[in-house]
């Protein structure tokens, strides 16, 4: 009888304890979101990779902010099939959230709707996989705000007057096409009336054929004020040939990554190009998948919500989430970034 007694004595206490804690919350934010530790699985296409180990760095300071747990994982490997058992595996570890850039967007399919039956919020990020498949896209920035950052960077630095070339990819390469015709779109502007478009050239995301490609511009266009290349392997290349031709005077910018164009922007042959923040994508993904998992965000277009640091995001149409805008890259910021 005695020990019964106490028994219920104890449990008396921890229920008036409990309803004082309750009490005293009342018209607070509640359990913060730090306290409420989510476990979050980051598969990106492979490990490895300078640029998404950048997105690592981002998706651990958007953790560490809300408390979660990150975990970061993926194949050597960029093959959507390969990304599978990651997946699964995240599933049976009980996290609440997989971020995903998916590989091969019909191969994670099917393993991210089983996820999602287990009541496991999907997200992706940098690549997508079909809409049905995951709640949220992170996109990188849209062809519209890329094409049109592009023109004003190179404005920027040749005045807004003069003749430049473009040195594209490929000429099939979807993305550069895009990018391109917002370019040609955005000289029309009154702002850019000056500026004159000479030359699409094609170096075909190689190396050799885009530095050849390069030095014919040169060539053909003796009054060439600038060359805008929105392809990582054309910006480079290009920039080694306006090195070795002593050619700094014509102005190079575009899409390239800082580990390939630090040389070229501490030597001054490059003042300014551009990506995107990869650091930011993750540590948006990462507020995102939060956002999920408590249910600000559902998909729903039209929905916003704070993402840290970033400020505010709104779900667009198909739950697509523009995570990043165009970033640039300068020789007072460019020793920041490792990718």
């Known amino acids: 009888m005695r020990r019964k007694w106490f028994t219920l004595l104890i449990g008396t206490a921890a229920v008036a304890a409990m309803a004082l804690g309750l009490s005293a919350g009342i018209g607070s934010a509640g359990p913060s979101e730090a306290e409420q530790g989510f476990k979050i699985y980051l598969l990106p296409k492979n490990l490895g990779n300078p640029y998404f180990n950048a997105s690592h760095q981002g998706a651990k300071a958007a953790a560490k902010e809300l408390g979660d747990t990150i975990t970061y994982n993926a194949p050597t490997e960029a093959s959507g099939t390969k990304q599978v058992p990651f997946i699964d595996t995240a599933v049976r570890q009980g996290y609440r959230a997989i971020i995903i850039s998916a590989a091969d967007a019909n191969a994670v399919a099917p393993a991210l709707k089983r996820a999602q039956q287990r009541n496991v919020k999907v997200i992706t990020y940098d690549a997508d996989t079909v809409p049905s498949a995951r709640t949220a896209f992170v996109s990188l920035p849209d062809f519209k705000s890329v094409g049109e950052a592009q023109i004003e960077w190179l404005g920027s630095q040749i005045g807004y007057r003069g003749e430049f070339a473009i040195l594209s990819a490929t000429a099939v ?160 910021n460019i020793d920041k970034f490792k990718f």
């Not at 290009?238 to 040389?263: D, E, F, H, I, Y």
């Not at 559902?298 to 990043?324: C, D, E, M, P």
């Open 173 to 332: 390469a979807p993305n550069q096409n895009q990018w391109i015709k917002y370019m040609r779109a955005a000289i029309r502007k009154p702002k850019y009336r000056n500026m004159k478009l000479v030359k699409v050239a094609y170096g075909d995301d190689n190396d050799t054929k885009s530095a050849r490609e390069a030095q014919a511009l040169l060539q053909a266009y003796p009054r060439l004020r600038g060359i805008i290349s929105p392809t990582t392997v054309g910006i480079a290349a290009a920039a080694r040939v306006l090195t070795q031709a002593k050619k700094c005077n014509v102005r190079l910018t575009g899409l390239g990554l800082p580990s390939q164009m630090r040389r070229y922007v501490k030597s001054g042959c490059v003042r300014k190009f551009g990506l995107w923040n990869v650091v930011d994508l993750g540590y948006v993904a990462v507020h995102t998948a939060h956002a999920v998992i408590r249910g600000t965000v559902t998909g729903r277009a039209g929905q916003s919500y704070r993402a840290g640091k970033a400020g505010r995001r709104t779900v667009g149409k198909n739950g697509v989430i523009i995570g990043v805008p165009p970033f640039a890259f300068t020789r007072a």
